[in-house]
């Protein structure tokens, strides 16, 4: 038991399982703090009303964006040669996400360093690129990766990167990015139509509904767009060899515009994945009317989670498909790590995560209630 639970394969199943995991934390926990930044300039109209907002993710957004971090290290130690094309491939796409995500800190703790309304008003739209733009731009990396990045390997294994940031800006992906940032948004409206109360908390549901409901049909919409081909497929044509070594270069895939639908065909249990992606918005939407707050951000969760989840059901085993020669795309099977690292990554992951989520459901235990206007008067309008 022990050597089928740490055997090579399973290990690398175990990985990239691991890795949607942190995917749908990071979208699910810091998504509604970037949510609650891109709906900031139009949920809140007045300074107080602003600052509800904020102190609605104020206490909780630091935390949340170490999923962020987990991600990233985790593609790093478990999948490096994946970290290493798609941050060096994404580079300047990833700077704007970094540049973006830089300026919420910077707007949080200065905003409201002096009373000055212009000052304030700058730092919300500071805080409103540092919520809209990741938020899209994730989801234009997810429409690349869909359609394929142009890479290719030396026979050294050097990794070649053949696009540029306006190549990544092409129509399909930047739907993809629509996808993902009416997604945030609704999933921002959610928390804050839980978390504030009075004005801001209204105006969210009402954003909400209409974002749910776009999701929803977004989402539908990308999948008529796979099903017809347009958002690529790609698929291993040669064995598998699960418990072989890395090695991108050992294998055959072709460019296949079914592709993407063939996991689904040969297990139609999964069909309720995107089944999700698509009721849990329009059940969202319908928590978003009744009024029913704490319904509606369940299911605002689902349906990030069965979003992230369809994509990498879809594309499995392929992590990265290379349209230029996709035969050097990276798979589960060939682009991790060795066994030992996988194994001993996965004792500690085993030992450390139970830990952080206690200690995040302790947190939001500890802080549970809504946030008002009476509330941020009392505390101190800069008090979290």
């Given at each position: 038991m022990i050597e089928f639970l740490f055997s090579y394969e399973t290990l690398r199943l175990a990985w990239w399982a691991l890795l949607g995991v942190l995917l749908v934390g990071f979208a699910a926990m810091d998504g509604f703090d970037m949510g609650v930044g891109a709906l900031l300039p139009f949920v809140a109209k007045t300074d107080i009303e602003r600052r509800v907002a904020i102190n609605t993710v104020g206490p909780v957004w630091e935390g949340n964006q170490v999923w962020f971090i987990l991600g990233g290290g985790a593609?790093?130690?478990?999948?490096?040669?994946?970290?290493?094309?798609?941050?060096?491939?994404f580079y300047l796409a990833m700077f704007l996400v970094l540049a973006a995500l830089i300026l919420r800190p910077v707007g949080f703790k200065y905003r409201s360093k002096k009373p000055d309304p212009a000052w304030r008003a700058r730092w919300d739209w500071a805080l409103f690129i540092g919520g809209a733009v990741p938020a899209l731009i994730f989801g234009v990396a997810i429409g690349n990766t869909l359609q394929g990045v142009p890479f290719h390997f030396t026979p050294d294994l050097r990794p070649i990167y053949e696009g540029?940031?306006?190549?990544?800006?092409?129509?399909?992906?930047?739907?993809?990015?629509?996808?993902?940032?009416?997604?945030?948004?609704?999933?921002?409206a959610?928390?804050?139509?839980?978390?504030?109360?009075?004005?801001?908390?209204?105006?969210?549901?009402?954003?909400?509904?209409?974002?749910?409901?776009l999701t929803a049909i977004l989402f539908a919409l990308g999948g008529v767009l796979v099903w017809s081909g347009l958002l690529g497929g790609y698929s291993v044509?040669?064995?598998?060899?699960?418990?072989?070594?890395?090695?991108?270069?050992?294998?055959?895939?072709?460019?296949?515009?079914?592709?993407?639908?063939?996991?689904?065909?040969?297990?139609?249990?999964?069909?309720?994945?995107?089944?999700?992606?698509?009721?849990?918005?329009?059940?969202?939407?319908?928590?978003?009317?009744?009024g029913s707050e704490g319904l509606t951000f369940l299911a605002s969760k689902l349906a990030v989670a069965a979003i992230i989840a369809t994509v990498g059901v879809a594309m499995f085993p392929i992590l990265l498909p290379s349209s230029s020669n996709p035969a050097h795309s990276l798979t589960v099977f060939d682009a991790s790590s060795s066994r030992a690292t996988l194994r001993n990554m996965l004792v500690v992951t085993a030992i450390f995560m139970p830990v952080v989520l206690a200690y995040t459901a302790w947190v939001y235990r500890v802080l549970w209630g809504k946030v008002s206007e009476r509330s941020v008067e009392e505390a101190g309008h800069s008090a979290y």
């Open positions: 593609i790093f130690a478990a999948w490096p040669a994946l970290y290493a094309l798609s941050f060096s491939g540029n940031l306006f190549g990544l800006l092409n129509p399909l992906a930047l739907f993809c990015g629509l996808v993902s940032l009416v997604m945030i948004v609704m999933h921002g959610a928390w804050l139509a839980f978390k504030a109360d009075g004005t801001v908390s209204l105006r969210a549901k009402a954003f909400g509904f209409w974002a749910a409901l044509t040669s064995a598998i060899v699960w418990d072989g070594p890395s090695n991108p270069l050992g294998k055959t895939v072709v460019a296949d515009g079914a592709a993407w639908l063939a996991n689904f065909r040969a297990h139609p249990l999964l069909w309720a994945v995107p089944g999700l992606g698509v009721a849990a918005p329009l059940l969202a939407a319908i928590g978003f009317k009744a």
